[in-house]
Structures are given as C-alpha cells and as structure tokens.
C-alpha cells in the first residue's frame, strides 16, 4: 500500500512586505496571489472529512502548487542574480526585509509552539527564513500531494464495491506508481536542497536531508510493490472473498494464474531493502537533534518492510509448490509469517516433533480469535447497513491482507499434503536469512526540477501592479481552529491505522 501523509498548512504571507523588483514590478503581488490560492487549498483540504472528499479535493492542491512553484523559482533566481529557466532575461529583486513564512510540521513528533498575537500559541507552527525555507516546505507538500494521489487511486480501485476488473486493476497501479515516481523525484531533490535552508536541519526534520532521502528510498519501495501487487492475483482473490457485495462466486470459481514467482519475489526482496532503508534514515533523524519523525511514519516504514520480505518468502513458497515441492512450500509460508510477527500454526501430521498448546496459551489464543470473529462480523453488519461505501483495506502497510493470503494458501497446502502428497516439511527457521538479493524495477528517477515562467508571463509582470487585493489583514489567521482539527486527524489516524503497531 501506500502511505497517507497529512498535509501542512501555512500562515498569511505577502511578498511586497518583503521585496520589490524594478524589472517586473508586479512579480511580488502576483506571487503572493498565487500563495494566498496555496493556503486556502491547504485549509479547505484540512477542513474536509478523511476519504473520498479529501481525495477529491487533491487534485485542487496539486494546481495550486504547480501553480505557485514557478513564480518561487522566479524569485529566487532574482535574488541569486540568475536568469529564468530558458529566457535570457533576468529579474531583479530588492530586498526590503528578510523573508519570512510559517509552515506547520506534520511529520516531526515534537514541534515547538510559535506565538500568535491575540492568539497565544500556534502548536506545530515552524518560522523560516528565505526563499529556500519556503521553497522547501512548498515542494515538501508537492511530494505528500503526490503520494497521497496515488494511495488514494489505489485503495479506491482494489477496495470498491463493486470488484474491479484486471485490466481497471492494472490502470490503477500504473497510475498510482506514476505518482510515486514522480514524488520519490521530488524527495530526492529535497534531499540535497533542504541543506541550504535558511534555518537549521535539526531544527525541523521535516525538512532535514535524512527525512528527506529516507522518503525517496520509501516511496520506491512502495512502487517497487505495487509493480508486485498489479500481477498478485492471490491479493486480488482475498480482497474479493472479503467483499460482501461481489456476487462474482455464484457465477465461477476464482482462477488463480501462473505467476512468475521467482521474479516478484526478488521484486519484493529489493522494496524490504528500500523500507529498511527508509527506516533507518527516518531514525536515524531523532538521534541527530532535539526532535525526530512521528512514530506513526517510522513503524509503517518498519512493518512495509516486515511485509516485503513475508510476501517474497510467499512467492518463494508458491514457486516451491508449483514444482511439486509442498512441503518446501508450507516451509516458506512459515518463514513468511514469521517475518510478519504472525503466529505458526499447528504442524501437519508429517512433522513429528509438535508440541501441542497447552493451558493459558490455548485459552490466549482462543479468545483472541473469538474476538477477531466478532470484530469482523460487526465490520460486515455496519457495511451491510450501508455505513461504509468501499470495502475496509485494513492498514496502510499491507500486513493484514498479506497474513490473510498466507493463511490461505498455508491451509490449503497443508491439507493437501497431509492427504495427498505426504512431504516432509523442512525447518523455516534459517530461509529468511538466505534469501537472494532484490532487483529493481523502476529506475531511480532524477531530481525533480522546478518549472519556471514562461515568456508571456514574464511578459506581463513588467507592468505595475494593480490593486492588492490580498493584504496582511484581509486573511485571518485561523491557527486556533487549524490545532482543533490536528487533534481530531490525530486521534482518527491512531484508530485507523492501529492494524500495522
């Protein structure tokens, strides 16, 4: 799956407080238009319910941005005494104070209060200074857009009513994987762009270079799975079976096709060695300064690579199988579910060495299970009644419907070969340490570049400008109401995504 990142928002800022420009004198007031579009596509997007509203909405954001990046790029070349993209022409900027803007952090786990006047304090709120501070932030919100662009495509094609068809199927996760590459792009240039930031790395880990190189190396693996997941028709047939409105089973059977194992799982090896990448560099940011990454980022990262390896080990297993090796097979499903924390289930009648559960481990285990019956029973009753429009996709990282694919197939072989083929199944202990290295899919894309003006547009800014609609007292400042909806968001994404802790 893919991770959801919850957008920032940013205070009033006006550009002509700061800097004038005699060659294209209406650069300040234009820029700052098109910021004020920027923040109010930002509030609008954190006012909105989390699902389908707030999927809607993102493609307005995305705009705005695409929007407001060129005109940054034309005042930061002015300042730096550069010439814009392919013009020869170049703008030149007076600076009448230092730059500075407020952009509240939503991936630092401690982000210090900011006074508000008449206001008191803003929680999360982090003052820069520069262009390159609000550059920053600006295509740090480009990258989360893009990715939440392509989470949402994906989980409302896979979890839809109605079951999607293989080849909707397909459009979706090329969709989807566009988007990542392109985000992953962006963190990379952020990666080497963040370290001349007008404030200090460790200040903010938002923006710090290890956050940033981390991200890239997550969003790659999360391409690098759905690449897997367009062609894993076992992840097609379970999410199928859960749905309660696919009436597809009165008509035939599920078809489960030849895959080519051995090549998704060397896939899948080589996204758990991008996650476990990314999870290093994301710790490795607390332990460098006084703040660090929110928990929620840093254990999804962890349990995506936890669920890469369990679903290289399974594609391992059903290459085993499809040679005629069962016993080989169960032996990886296990190695498998080790990988996800999962519990081993009894052994087959082949293996002599079992020992059977006893007293309060039994009793643990039974009434967990009676609890998992009826949470999901209560899941299907509220989706019967109408309460939810798309089936539940579980957790972000993809551990549950990974565990539900692998008891799947561990139940069938395991009655298949305890009735019929009567194989030996090896110890799985030490298959997880010998596993083969990964190979990439998608080529690491380049750094993403900033788009510049073009002609016209330079064109026009030489004209004075007009009226300044937008003024430091026409935006209010809605701090107070923006900290009440990052409580509720935090206390709605801790009961969503409690499935991966």
Request: one cysteine or more; proline letters at 5%.
């Amino acid at each position: 799956m893919v991770y959801g990142f919850i957008l920032p928002t940013t205070s009033h800022l006006s550009f002509q407080t700061f800097l004038s420009s005699n060659t294209h004198p209406s650069l300040p007031q234009v820029a700052s238009t098109a910021r004020h579009a920027l923040r109010v596509a930002l509030k609008a997007h954190k006012r909105l319910p989390r699902g389908p509203q707030q999927d809607a909405h993102l493609i307005t954001v995305l705009n705005a941005l695409n929007d407001y990046l060129p005109y940054l790029l034309a005042i930061s070349n002015g300042l730096s005494g550069t010439t814009i993209g392919n013009n020869t022409e170049e703008v030149e900027i007076t600076l009448r104070a230092e730059l500075e803007s407020e952009w509240r952090a939503t991936l630092s786990s401690t982000t210090p209060s900011l006074p508000i006047k008449g206001k008191g304090t803003s929680a999360g709120r982090v003052r820069g200074h520069g262009i390159d501070f609000e550059i920053a932030f600006t295509v740090t919100t480009l990258g989360y857009v893009l990715s939440n662009m392509a989470h949402s495509t994906v989980v409302r094609t896979l979890y839809a009513t109605k079951t999607p068809a293989p080849e909707q199927r397909t459009a979706a996760v090329q969709t989807a994987t566009k988007y990542l590459l392109q985000a992953s792009a962006v963190h990379t240039f952020l990666s080497t762009y963040s370290s001349s930031t007008g404030t200090a790395p460790n200040s903010v880990p938002d923006l710090d270079p290890a956050t940033q190189s981390a991200l890239s190396s997550l969003v790659l693996a999360e391409a690098t799975l759905l690449a897997v997941l367009k062609d894993d028709s076992y992840v097609a047939i379970c999410i199928q079976t859960r749905n309660p409105n696919d009436k597809d089973w009165m008509v035939r059977a599920a078809e489960i096709p030849k895959v080519r194992a051995m090549l998704f799982a060397r896939l899948c090896v080589r996204a758990a060695e991008y996650a476990e990448q990314a999870t290093a560099g994301l710790g490795a940011v607390g332990a460098q300064g006084k703040g660090g990454i929110e928990d929620d980022l840093v254990k999804y990262a962890r349990v995506l690579g936890r669920v890469a390896r369990a679903r290289a080990c399974r594609f391992f297993g059903v290459d085993a199988e499809l040679g005629g090796k069962v016993g080989e097979g169960i032996a990886w499903l296990r190695a498998a579910k080790s990988a996800l924390g999962l519990r081993i289930g009894p052994p087959s009648l082949m293996e002599g060495s079992a020992k059977r559960e006893r007293g309060f481990s039994r009793l643990k285990r039974e009434w967990s299970e009676r609890r998992e019956e009826r949470k999901m029973e209560k899941d299907a009753g509220s989706r019967d009644r109408g309460e939810m429009s798309e089936l539940d996709p579980g957790d972000n990282a993809g551990r549950e419907e990974e565990g539900r694919v692998i008891e799947m197939l561990e139940t069938k072989w395991v009655r298949m070969n305890d009735t019929i083929n009567t194989q030996l199944v090896p110890q799985s202990t030490d298959l997880l340490t010998n596993l083969p290295s990964g190979r990439d899919i998608h080529s690491p894309p380049g750094p993403y570049k900033l788009p510049s003006l073009d002609e016209e547009e330079l064109v026009r800014m030489r004209a004075p400008p007009g009226d300044d609609e937008i003024g430091p007292g026409s935006d209010i400042d809605d701090s107070d109401e923006e900290a009440a909806v990052d409580v509720r968001d935090t206390d709605k994404r801790a009961e969503h995504e409690s499935a991966y802790y």
